[in-house]
């Protein structure tokens, strides 16, 4: 694909879950993964890295320049890719296949965005039961289900309408079976590490067969993205640059890249560190942006009458990335591939599902969210995008089960 080719081509599209490659690699470079552990946080105290870079003294932007240089995610922007890849489906109604699948890895929004398109259809969004009820066996949700429904669904959380628990899985196997029985046109969403998990324990696949994924985020959408995302109040053009002032990414309003000089390779690396998933690039991004400070004439700033002004970006190799503690791995392991397995745990919940580390789950969890990898947000604990690359290379290498994405 040439790269006008690629500029033209959608933003936002889906494949077969079975064709999902991640970004290739450009080297086999080790990259730094910040600190490793409460000990040697303490002990590497006096080595963490200076802002200063060359004659740049670079510093965190501020949340309202961030939000200008960075946007928030609109998942919504992903429904045209979608309703391009179902339209057959659509056509048909579901007649010859009523279930249709779509899997998303954490932060590739695909939860909302196929909510978003069940809502605008007019479709029944059928939403999962509250955590204590699937413990409980409380079966209101479930009994609300009626297979004989004649109207369209859309099921847009699967991964919370069970638990990796003794009582947890029966829900969903009787889910399963409201839906094989279904002949009217149903689309389901699904955490990547909750299908891996249900393709071993139920044989979801049998049910729900040749799901969707949405298509990896490469350098050049990663680029295109960042570019629509990027809104300054005074909508003078800036340019995002490393301190030695290689290019990172042009401006969106350079259209014509003829005589655009090269462009570092910085993207590249943050597509295949993500894995393609676009809002763990979109975090890695955000964390990677500084600025100077000082008058506007500095480097970094630019007065008015300038035609480009720069954001810079952390070099590569100086991003302080979160990464696993050292101690305990085998307990850490076991909470974080429990939050990937659920796509987030409530704190009250938790316990229940590890009861052997009951006693020590608020100690790790304090390590853990200490370095950077887990947070708390509604009451549910969650891996955070900056840490996942990290967690899942990790619980990969330790032989547990991972997703296909």
Sequence with gaps: MTPEDAN??????????????KPPELTREIVRRGFWGLWDRLRLHDKVPSNRFGQLELHPIA????????????????EPALDE???????????????????????????????????DKNWRVIEPPAAGQLLTGARDWLNAIDPA??????????????????????PVKELLEKLSSRRRATLVACNSWAWAYLHKAVQIDLVLPAPLAPAPFDRNRLKRWFQSLTRFADEAPRAFRLPNRELVMAPAVQADES????????????????????GVAWSIWRHSLRFTPGPKNDDGGGDSGEQEQTIWVTPWENLNLPGIPEENRGQ??????????HN?????????????????????????????????EHGEWRVTALGYPAVREFLEEGGYLVDAI
Aim: charged fraction near 20%; charge should be negative; hydrophobic fraction near 40%.
């Design 8 to 21: 033209n081509s959608p933003l936002w599209s889906f494949i077969p879950l079975d064709r999902y490659a």
């Design 85 to 119: 890849e179902c339209k057959d489906w659509l056509k048909s109604g579901g007649q010859f296949e009523p279930l249709h699948a779509v899997v998303g890895a954490p932060y590739s929004g695909t939860c909302f965005t196929v909510r978003y398109w069940g809502a």
């Design 259 to 278: 005589g655009q000089e090269k462009e570092a390779d910085f993207l590249a690396k943050l597509a295949a560190y993500s894995r393609g998933i676009p």
């Design 332 to 341: 850490l392991a076991l909470i974080l591939h429990t939050l990937l397995l």
């Design 344 to 376: 987030g745990v409530s704190n009250r919940l938790l316990p229940e599902l590890l009861p052997g580390l009951a006693a020590v789950l608020g100690q790790d969890l304090h390590k853990l969210r200490a370095a950077g990898l887990v947070e708390l």
């Design 149 to 170: 429904d004649e109207s369209p669904w859309v099921i847009p959380c699967l991964e919370k309408c069970y638990l990796r628990h003794h009582k947890g899985l029966e």
């Design 63 to 78: 949340k309202d320049l961030l939000q200008q240089a960075v946007g928030e995610p609109d998942w919504r922007e992903a």
